[in-house]
């Protein structure tokens, strides 16, 4: 499963959809869960969110370094390597697996 496809598509396919406030609120719900997988330094808490939406990979690439990088320049995004499966490194893309 998918916690959010690319926020362009979602925005253009459920408009409708996210006019009601209650689905308005999971949406953001979704991006700030996303945001805090990347940025919380707390393992479990990032196991936490990704098992809530029964993720099964995590997906690092020039995107994610971009805008985390510059949310926190200090900010490691190879540390879930501690705690998942490194199941691809190459060409700038690390995909993690769930444990």
């Not at 979704?30 to 990704?50: E, F, M």
Request: charged letters at 20%; proline letters at 5%.
């Amino acid at each position: 499963p998918t916690i959010m496809g690319w926020t362009g598509h979602e925005l253009q396919w459920r408009l409708g959809w996210l006019n009601n406030p209650t689905n308005a609120d999971a949406f953001n719900r979704r991006l700030s869960d996303i945001d805090a997988i990347y940025t919380d330094p707390d393992a479990q808490g990032v196991l936490n969110i990704l098992h809530s939406y029964h993720a099964q990979y995590l997906y690092v690439g020039p995107m994610e370094y971009t805008k985390y990088k510059q949310l926190d320049p200090k900010l490691d995004l190879h540390r879930f390597s501690a705690f998942m499966q490194t199941v691809y490194d190459k060409d700038g893309v690390t995909i993690y697996k769930v444990r």
